[in-house]
């Protein structure tokens, strides 16, 4: 059965991506950020097309986005960055899945269970640099090393890491140099200290372009391998900085429906539910079978703008949950059965993320992220 909208994902353009990403980060090892259903695009079919170019290594936020994967590529290395419910910590070490450790009852839990199992736990330890979020104090440091070191034979220290507080925007460039020299500090004293060998993981996708001596041993690169800039600014600034006035990055989803009805609506009424939208003159219709409930924003309400025969349209009226209305006043030939491009591009005229959330006040990782799980993504050329 046909749904109401389609998502595509295109091979070429992933491929272009992580060709640029791993051009910046050399001999960096790649760590692709799958979280949030891999940024909507969809952890099962994003996850094996980025790993036929190579990539092998995933970082999600939670245990039950590890065991997605897991089931489709148990080969592969995952860790996860985040949330791990205690019950589910088993399932976690018996997979040789690594996690961060930012707290010490986990570190104990994590002990305790590895050595029940007798499998080690593969653990990062997370260091609180400034982002406030989670993490070790500084001056925690020392006797967590100490617990872990102690446990060696059940506990392996896979990595020390920690997290920018915003480096895609420069407003932050005071806070975001403090963290590199908080982090810069542990990873000297870890090096002073030869009983383990760590990889140490900061970056993140604004940061290997803004900061890119922070890239060390692994990279944890979301936004950018789906093809978007982590904000203007950084696109900006990669720009200016490389002499190009082309975006090297190339979108990799497509989000479209078509129109299933048009409606010509006299001058001096109302379109759809409420007073939010009124008619100065007769103006033309086209309703599209996408709302809210499909991840098309509420905000997008007398905002939003989507591609039909190559134009680009507005969205008029409030957003329902099952419905928008597109004014085609301009292009009144637009029937039933018509493509519409709510995200991608078609004709000369694009909708990017980007574009979008300007207008909708919305990051890019958001609008992407609300996609629904259950919107078919097929895969293209
Ligand atoms: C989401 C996330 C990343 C990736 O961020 P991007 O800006 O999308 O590259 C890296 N590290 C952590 C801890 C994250 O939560």
Known sequence: MSQTSYITLSRSALKNNVEFIQNILGTTKFSSVVKGNAYGHGIKQFCPLIHELGVDHFSVFSADEAQKINAILPHV????????HDNDLEWVIKNK?????????????AIQLAQKLKIKAKINIEIETGMNRTGFHVNEFDAVIKVALKAKKHIIIEGICSHLAGAESISNYKRVKSQIKTFSQIQHKVKENKQYHPKFHLACSAAILQYPKTKFDLARIGILQYG????????VQYITK???DIDPLKRVITWKTIVMDTNTIEAGS???YGTSFFTNSKTKVALIPVGYSHGFSRSLSNQGKVLIRGKRLDVIG???MNMTAIDITECPEIEKGDEVVLIGTQGDNSISVASFSDFSNLLNYELLTRLPSGIKRKIIA
């Open 318 to 320: 409030t957003v329902n």
């Open 77 to 84: 290395s995952i860790q996860i960055m985040g949330f791990i």
């Open 270 to 272: 109302f379109v759809g």
């Open 242 to 244: 490389n002499s190009t």
């Open 228 to 235: 978007f800039f982590p904000s203007n600014e950084v696109l």
């Open 97 to 109: 899945v690594s996690f961060f450790v930012f707290e010490s009852d986990r570190l104990n839990k």
